[in-house]
């Protein structure tokens, strides 16, 4: 009787001791996290963020291979790292994708952990010398966006994260979409507050405050708004310092040439990256096609030389209408919202118009 105690003793102090290992290591492991999570929200820049979250999730998950996958959508992302000397085409364990087409639905949605398929896999490890042999994807989403992904190789199965360290993956994750989307803004506001200053016109926010003050004042008697987008392409330079000298001579020259094809009484503001916009009052569609038609040539036949290279000019267009009607307006679209919707969709038909053969050009009337 006696030893039958003893031995059930034995064995709850063994299951005691091994639970108290788990929480301590569960304890080690969360304080590793914290540390982590700090060390991310406390960086100053993007190239800080990359590798930081680089070398930090390979410490914490104790692996050598880890990649970070971003969406480069109109090479935003590396124009962003060039302002700031980054040299990411050095960095192997960075990946900057034009599109996300060749991500699946799934992998853009919900984190991945298991096998390597080269068929879906191989896009987050286009350096890997050789092929893993599970791994980890953790998409990067922020409001609905996908901007990327998280990826951690395993080249032996034992060497594989434990459970404990999966179950902050999700977590990671988060974390790493909030870093991402802060200096992205934080990139964004720089550019757009150098591009204002050189091209000494209107900015973004100007546009929307006039188009709301627009709003209420012909709430009064019906008449039309409409607001155009204008995206200027070229090809790019050889280095990131010509670039730049070229994007500030291309910027001063479109800028110039739009305001002097615009009326007096049209809002012409500098939008962001390459896009300028404008609202225009009083116009019926019909016209509003005409001055497009007239901005287009005008920018076309524009002859900028630099670095004793002719430089051609590609331009796209998007506008929206909006029939302003002499009634109330629902409770739910407040005049700062349609002036919004009115700029959305003339930017998503500017899109539409850069990457389809036929854009659609939306009209919008007040409900």
Sequence with gaps: MEEDIITDLTVLQDRLDKMIIRVEQRDFALQQFQALQTTLFTLNSLPEMIDSVLVQV???????????????????????????????????????????????????????????????????????????????????????????????????????????????????????????????????????????????????????????????????????????????????????????????????VVAETIKRQLRVADVFSYYEGKKFAAFLTNVSESILVAVIERLKTALTEQVINFANQIIPLTVSFGYACYLQQNTKLKEEQSHQQIALNLIATADTNLYNAKHKPAPQNKKITAA
Excluded at 79 to 103: E, M, P, R, W
Excluded at 165 to 187: D, M, P, R, Y
Excluded at 196 to 210: D, I, K, M, P, T
């Design 58 to 252: 390979k410490t914490f998950f104790e692996l050598n291979t880890v990649s970070l996958v971003l969406l480069n959508a109109e090479a935003k992302i590396s124009s962003y790292l060039n302002d700031y000397g980054y040299k990411y085409q050095q960095n192997q364990h960075l990946v900057l994708l034009n599109d996300a087409a060749s991500i699946t639905q799934e992998l853009s949605h919900v984190a991945y952990i298991g096998g390597y398929d080269a068929a879906k896999h191989s896009v987050f490890f286009p350096h890997a010398k050789q092929k893993p042999s599970s791994i980890i994807s953790i998409p990067l989403n922020r409001h609905g966006e996908y901007l990327g992904s998280l990826n951690i190789a395993c080249d032996k199965t034992e060497n594989f994260p434990s459970k404990l360290k999966l179950e902050f993956a999700a977590q990671l994750g988060f974390t790493v979409s909030i870093c991402l989307e802060n200096h992205l803004n934080f990139a964004i506001a720089q550019q757009a507050y150098r591009n204002e200053a050189l091209v000494n016109v209107n900015n973004r926010r100007f546009l929307e405050q006039r188009l709301v003050e627009e709003l209420e004042r012909g709430q009064r008697s019906s008449h039309s708004l409409s607001c155009l987008m204008l995206d200027v392409a070229y090809p790019a330079q050889k280095n990131h310092q010509e670039t730049a000298q070229l994007d500030a001579q291309v910027l001063l």
